[in-house]
């Protein structure tokens, strides 16, 4: 269950769509990024633009943007991500060149892009790590729905209490139309009576 976890915590939504990075990926298959990338290029048939797209420099700066937002206000939520480089410093896992710019913008792969890398990822390591992906965006989905219906009872809920406000509204009218009339009752009971007396 742990390794679900951090596999939705790689989980981004882009362009309307929940995708992961190439670079995430690579870190769960265990392979460098530019060896996955050279064998989804070596299958680009497989892989339309909808299983599969590179981010654009505004795509990837709201990305970073989201991370780091997510970083410095929940604690709960994981930190970026970072590899050790050989001057054991430590960087983002988001590569950069030498002039501080990306090399390249990340490419983005959707649920079904990534089921289609487990046909050209064929080691031991990418069929389970393929697996548990899968099961972590069924798992997505389940939160989704549950969230979905969520709101539907509370949309519900919130409706009725407007039509109860309605009905106590109704009732407290008529019970101050009701004390009004005791009122005015008592005060006509309680009038100073002129005319003869018996």
Sequence with gaps: MQIIKSIQNRIYE???????????????????????????????????????????????????????????SDPLKPQIKTIKVHDNSLRSQFATSKRGGTRYMPYAFTEQGIAMLSGILNSEKAINMNIAIMRA??????????????????????????????????????????????????????????GFRK
Excluded at 21 to 40: I, M, P, Q, W
Excluded at 166 to 174: H, K
Aim: charge should be negative; hydrophobic fraction near 35%.
């Design 14 to 72: 882009i362009r309307g769509e929940r995708v992961m990075l190439d670079r995430d990926l690579s870190v769960l298959y265990e392979v460098e990024t530019k060896h996955l990338n050279e064998a989804v290029k070596r299958n680009s048939k497989r892989f339309p633009p909808d299983f599969m797209f590179q981010l654009t420099k505004n795509e990837f700066e709201d990305l970073k943007f989201q991370i780091e937002t997510l970083e410095n």
């Design 137 to 194: 965006f069924v798992e997505i989905r389940k939160i989704l729905l549950l969230q979905n219906d969520f709101k539907e009872q509370l949309k519900q809920i919130k409706e009725r209490l407007g039509e109860h406000d309605v009905q106590l509204n109704q009732i407290y009218d008529a019970m101050e139309n009701l004390l009004d009339e005791k009122a005015a009752e008592r005060k006509w009971n309680e009038r100073e009576r002129i």
